[in-house]
């Protein structure tokens, strides 16, 4: 809690507002381009980041309270379980543009299959999710979360060392999004 003016508290709101408009609004912005090279192109990978920037910002949208503007007040009990939950669907949606990105199932099985391996892991931990206490279910989504991240920076890695095109600037990317 932080005791402020009206006039501060006021101000800090519309920043905050600004931003997050910001945000979503770039996100907007990518999804709809990416989903109009897609229409015309046909290639999945554009369909792919296209959900995947949607499922970020519709994460975003609910962690930062905003749920309450689109889902029913009968649904508040359930937001911190589908914020926990929502990483799956963007964790799902990089390993599919990864895979699509570096054409990985043809040019670099290991790769593949470490990234169905984390997969499968964080669709154990789904299927667990109700018989896990809340202790476990943050630790299990740390370490997978830790360790998906930390193997896309690898991956990633060696796709710039065995030269495939764009995998630097993918690389910069991750890294100035972490």
């Not at 932080?2 to 999804?31: P, T």
């Not at 360790?147 to 764009?166: C, E, N």
């Amino acid at each position: 809690i932080l005791l402020q003016n009206r006039s501060a508290s006021e101000a800090s709101r519309v920043h905050r507002d600004f931003a997050e408009g910001l945000y979503f609004g770039l996100a907007l912005i990518m999804m709809l381009y990416n989903l109009t090279i897609f229409l015309f192109t046909r290639e999945a990978m554009y369909l792919m980041y296209s959900s995947l920037v949607g499922s970020f910002a519709g994460l975003v949208f609910i962690s930062h309270g905003f749920g309450y503007y689109v889902f029913p007040d009968s649904w508040a009990v359930y937001y911190v379980d589908i914020v926990m939950l929502g990483t799956i669907v963007p964790a799902l949606c990089i390993a599919g543009f990864i895979l699509l990105f570096f054409d990985l199932r043809r040019r670099d099985n290991g790769s593949a299959r470490v990234l169905y391996g984390l997969l499968m892991f964080m669709l154990a931990r789904l299927a667990l999710y109700n018989w896990l206490s809340s202790e476990a279910r943050s630790l299990s989504g740390l370490l997978i979360g830790s360790a998906f991240v930390s193997s896309l920076l690898a991956i990633t890695a060696r796709q710039i060392w065995l030269k495939q095109p764009g995998a630097r600037l993918l690389f910069m990317a991750w890294s100035a999004f972490l």
